[in-house]
Structures are given as structure tokens and as C-alpha cells.
């Protein structure tokens, strides 16, 4: 089984509409929880961290279900600067990361 | 501040040589971790520096080492490469080695094994 988890998508959603991805970890030791966002050909970058009480940075709320053993992120009022891939990323401890796959976000206009 | 930076910024070798891609990280940022995203994978852990120290590594085999300067620099070091190593290499930094710090990414490195 795979440490993460993560729809490849790609989710197609037009502009203003609200999205949702959840991401599955099998570590139940996992400690601490990011979503990254990646552009095509460039470097990932942190968009949030995931709390244990959930979240929100503006249009963006992530949330941690530890019962379930997932994360989710979800995105009101899609921007076309949305588009991109989102990563879930867990750490364990011993800066021990583990990264998925990634989810392609296009948002059409 | 500057964040992260990575050179080359592209590489091309062929089989059989030697590769070396350094890091610069955040100031203030002791730990560096180095990854491997080949096309259409995920994110691939490679090393995790610390206070000069290699303190972990992914499933990769030895050919794959680096080491970390007294600055907190950092060199990826790639023998004998192989075609399969064609690929986008992340170094990143944190604040601490801790896994609760975010980590922040450089441009990378694309390396192109002929």
C-alpha cells in the first residue's frame, strides 16, 4: 500500500466553481500535514499547512480527518490562477515526508 | 529574502558520468533535503542534510550521496549515471530538521542523461 495516496485528476471545474480534493496517508503516525502547490515545470510551493482543528487561508480551507486518515483542500470561487497540481504532503517525524502524486487543477474560463 | 537557489538550472551528461548539482538555502534554514521528480512520478526523497550531517536517506542506491558545507550549501553528487536518472531534482530547506517546518523549494535542476 502506498504511503500517500492521491487522485492524479485532472478536475476540470469552471471559473467560480468550488472544489474539493482529499488525499489518504497510511502512517497513522504521521504528525504534521502541508498542501504544496506546483506549477508546470516548477518548483513546488507551500500553500498551506493542516491543522488538527481545520483551517482556512481566504479561499482555501484544508481540513484533517486522523479517524480517516485523510486531508482534504477545498478551493471557493476557483480562479484561472488556480490551475496547477496540488500535492498532499504528511511527515512522521525524523523528517521523514512523503509527498503525493499530485491532483491537476485546470480551471476553465 | 532569497529563497532557495539551485544551478545549474540544466545539466545534460551522458551515460557513465558523473553529475554534481548544488543548493544554496534559505539563510537561516540548517536543513537541506535534495528529491528526484522524474516525469510523471511523485516527489522521490533522496537526502536530508542537517548541521553538516547526513541524517537520512531515500530508497536510492549509493551512487546517489551529496554532502553539506559549513555554510549549510549543499552538493548532490549522481556516478556512473544511468538514463533512468533523466529527471527534475528539488533541493529544498527548512528552518529546522524538524518534519512540523514547512520546506521550501528551489527552481531545481534538470538533469538530461543522453
Known amino acids: 500500500r502506498k504511503e500517500v495516496e492521491q487522485d492524479p485528476g485532472p478536475f476540470n471545474v469552471p471559473e467560480g466553481a468550488t472544489v474539493a480534493f482529499n488525499c489518504t496517508y497510511s502512517?497513522?503516525?504521521?504528525?504534521?500535514f502541508f498542501w504544496y502547490r506546483q506549477d508546470c515545470r516548477k518548483e513546488p510551493k507551500l500553500l498551506m499547512s493542516?491543522?488538527?482543528s481545520g483551517n482556512e487561508d481566504g479561499r482555501f480551507t484544508a481540513q484533517l480527518n486522523r479517524a480517516s486518515q485523510y486531508i482534504s483542500l477545498l478551493i471557493r470561487d476557483s480562479k484561472l490562477s488556480d490551475s496547477a497540481t496540488y500535492l498532499c504532503?504528511?511527515?512522521?517525524?525524523?523528517?521523514?515526508?512523503?509527498f503525493g502524486t499530485g491532483t491537476r487543477l485546470t480551471v476553465i474560463p | 529574502e532569497a529563497g532557495v537557489t539551485q544551478s545549474p538550472t540544466h545539466l545534460i551528461k551522458t551515460r557513465g558520468q558523473q553529475a554534481t548539482l548544488r543548493c544554496s538555502p534559505i539563510?537561516?534554514?540548517?536543513?537541506v533535503y535534495w528529491y528526484q521528480q522524474a516525469l510523471g512520478l511523485g516527489l522521490q526523497f533522496l537526502l536530508w542534510?542537517?548541521?553538516?550531517?547526513?541524517?537520512n536517506r531515500g530508497n536510492f542506491p549509493p551512487r546517489f550521496s551529496g554532502r553539506q558545507f559549513p555554510n549549510y550549501s549543499s552538493e548532490l553528487n549522481v556516478n556512473a549515471l544511468e538514463l533512468e536518472d533523466s529527471a527534475l531534482y528539488l533541493c529544498a530547506s527548512s528552518f529546522e530538521g524538524l518534519s512540523n517546518q514547512p520546506q521550501h523549494f528551489g527552481d531545481g535542476t534538470r538533469l538530461s542523461i543522453l
Open positions: 539563510s537561516g534554514h540548517t536543513s
Open positions: 504532503v504528511f511527515g512522521t517525524g525524523a523528517n521523514n515526508l512523503f
Open positions: 502512517n497513522s503516525a504521521s504528525q504534521s
Open positions: 493542516v491543522y488538527s
Open positions: 542534510y542537517d548541521e553538516g550531517e547526513e541524517r
